[in-house]
């Protein structure tokens, strides 16, 4: 039986919540910290067992702690992070784990150093349908791949701080990313910021990728249709994964562009079956959560996650570059 | 009663079949013109009392015809419309009415000098939905519009020498245009040839009006998904024209961002009634064409046609140069 | 400020437990009571305040107690509810209440001899979505309502006990006959026990009302479509109510048929606006726990909801006796 | 080279139209008849090498004709077809052929003695999707067929002398009776003439057959959902037809009813796969008539056409029955 991994969360607000509940079940809750005084004594009454602080030098000295998850408002993921790191703690952090790359190449190069995981939580990618999407292009069904694209859109969460595409399109990115994993030669971002100056609330971004892979991103939180859709156009079929499905969250359409030999250069379409596989009913956070797990055990390896999750904010940063440049003075 | 508009038309292809067909119903066809031996042949056997002939001279030089269709080719259509305008005829000429701006201007300098009527065929703008929109946003209902977005995505007919953005996206741009009613400060494009070099089959454009308000065009003929959707965003409702629909061909939602005056500063959202209105079920072609035949009774006025019709090609020149300057060399 | 009407709750299963929630919140929840000590040990300590017993006599015995909630299995229902009202008890009692008319009457028969309160849980009546059906049939928007029917379908619980009529048709039943607003003159049912005898999986209802409205149920737990569906097809315009929309739950189509003057005896149709009204987020049953206690408080009036729990159980004994009749023997 | 079968069609309204057009490409279209001048005259225009009379003897006289055609008034179907076999035609009738069993027994002894084909027009037996439908069943896939439903609902034409059963139910009942090949020891109906005395606008049908199986038709043309639908609900799979998609007129759903070996007498449910085979695109009308010429080379063998018509006709027969007995006087 192996011991289990002992964890501290510093983050107590609602997404923290699920993460307690599923870091609770699948590991040791040790400590809760957060400095909201209500936060911390209603999540305590709920964990008697966790010791509960404000201070989060508790948790760092705390030589028995295995790991540190951190939830709590973006601006500080970094610098929580690069401190648990440096207590030689493993690390759990919400995404995005930084704001710029070179914070998080930083934190990478620490997590190499003190042989420690860094893990940010890109919550999609432990989402059955996400992984079956990846399963369908690694395995060529699709064929080459030629072109991804995201719909994020709704009438949503108007954030006051982080735009739409910190919002919404961390989220997209890390799927596209995931997907097609190579880094883009070319990331271009157009978007309005039309209720709070600053803000962009609509925002399309362009990726094109060293193989001649294109991505594209819609989103909104202006938008009257609610959708969460992520498009793979692969050059023998093309596959969607749509979290607002009940029963089809993905389909593969048998359909593609196709040359017929006798008539050399002149291309037609070829149309066939459609096909939604049965998705496994599984929780992603709870399976997050468990890989998280696992790694503390194992060791970080290459620290995949950790590369991955730079790739995500270097893109993120890339593209607000963009952002910034096209929008009028 | 009115003496009915006589009418050539020179282009007897598919399209140009249907154009046939209702002028020869709402007008007298006098002449029917094309090179294509085969196809003249054809059609003066269903239409015996129009003269037919290989050669536009005779058109020009008939100084009974009063107006000339334009029905062949793209590349072709501004030699023919000027030969046109030049002969004195009024011009009903298909979309794109030239491939560059400055064609087109030539075009509107001699319809304006020779008083004639120069209307380019945006189909779009005569189908009841379209229209419905229009209303819509003319009446204030949706409020101040703040985007508008198009979808003209299925895998469908490839061409080998227009791109998406000339083939697609000309349909879209003709509504976003008549829509927004200004020409765009900003007009960027980003897309990919995947199956013919330089001929995009996959393109995103952006782009920004001088009032702020910002329209997007997904255009793709590699697609899972069959969509013709024009979305309009707007201050107090969204609309959407979906031209896939039987019913619901419009469909006005009351949702929207809200500013509790309690809460200063921070935005919440509203969401109301769903909308179908009833739209007519008349034929978008047959109305276009009553359209020119009554300008050509009436008389060209300011030539509003032909000047929309400038800022379409204006806009697809600057979009093929930006998505030009955005490939790899 | 009102008194709190104290509850006491026999039967604490899955159902039973949303129960107990809303009670506790809306009343003062004095007592609960199960046979099963598990069951029971478990909510005792949810709920610290209320007494716990297996006995339901000591509920019974409890002057200062003013109402019953029986929430037991369904063959139980009678016999608890009786036992209540013979106590002077106000009792909410889930559905069906009882098994048999005669049974239902006796019920009736002795709430109204005690001047006490019984109530059937007919959880749909209480949805905003049947209310707006509701409210659009009484203003007389949908003109003469000519036919009503019920979809309830999926490939959903398969129970060993209740057929799909009772177990998924008293739903649609109790709706049916609340918006007919009549007790049938004609109600045959017909199905199949298809996976065990004599418990039927599909099941097909044609009910015949004294005004003419007919009315019919499709109610089967094997079936590829999830419907939660109930269509009033009226003389001027139809309406649906559809459970699995998420923003759509109402939709009024202006349908109907039409005689032109001119055609005297020939009917066309008309098709005009299609409309989704925005219905309230309520929760069914807040809300009909809410009705509960605001009878309890003003007393029970003319028994209307008595009166009308018994209409659904003499329609499900005529379907039942319909059904019987109809299986091979 | 095989001679092309000699054709002749009595009745040329606008369903007659389709038929003269798909006889005039397969076969020799010898003569066309109607006692309507004006449509006799219109066709006789189109069709110049087919002679035209008002005169059915004209046809029957004519020993150098193969095979008339019966697209007349449904009445008169038993007649023509009567008179066209006695003169030793083979004979091609719209459906119903006859609206009392005993005709259609009539016209089937008489197709056996003088060895001619006598086919009814069940034109949905040639769409591609029902015969995708009939080989899930026949092949086993869907496991043992339960129970087979079909919708044909919308606001559609009222007809003024047949009802929804005759109008819409001949449609479904004769793919029913397909797809489970036996004939129904149980055929009730229900309805109600909203409109017109007599003539029923709102139609429910249950069958139940010898093996057991049921089926269910819900007609109406005063309802606002337009529906053509059937679905077939097998204890292996379920599937559905449904003619009113573009791309996934066949769906098959990998769901059913399962009983764990370990809970014995206890049933669940399982969810799989959802998958939509590719239909070929071929029009029914011409697969129809293509099979009539067939038959008319090759002889009539065992008659299999003739007979599956009886059984239709015997169907109508008796849910009209049943129809007019539930009926108040």
Redesign the interface.
Known sequence: MTTPVRVGQVGLGSWGRNLLRNFDEAARLAWICDTNEEALRSQASRYPTARATAALEDLLADEQLDALVVATPVATHYELARLALEAGKHVFVEKPPAMRAAEMEELLELARERERVLMPGHLLLYHPGVRKLKELIDSGELGEV??V?GNRQN??V?R?HENALWSLGVHDLSVILWLIDEEPV?A?A???D???PGVE??V?C?L?FPS?K?A?M?L?W?????MRKM?V?G?EK???FDDME???KI?V?????W?PAETY?????R????????IPNDEPLRLEVQHFLDLVRSGPGDHAEAVYGLHVVRALERLTESLRA?A?A
């Open positions: 030629l072109c694209y009438l949503g108007i006051s070319e271009v157009h978007g309005r039309f209720l709070q609330d609509v399309f362009f094109r001649g294109v594209h819609h909104s202006l938008d009257p249709h609610k498009t156009v050059k093309m596959a969607v009940l029963e089809r389909t359409y048998d359909k593609a562009p040359e250069g002149e291309w037609r379409t149309t066939g079956d459609i096909f939604s596989p049965k096209g009028p």
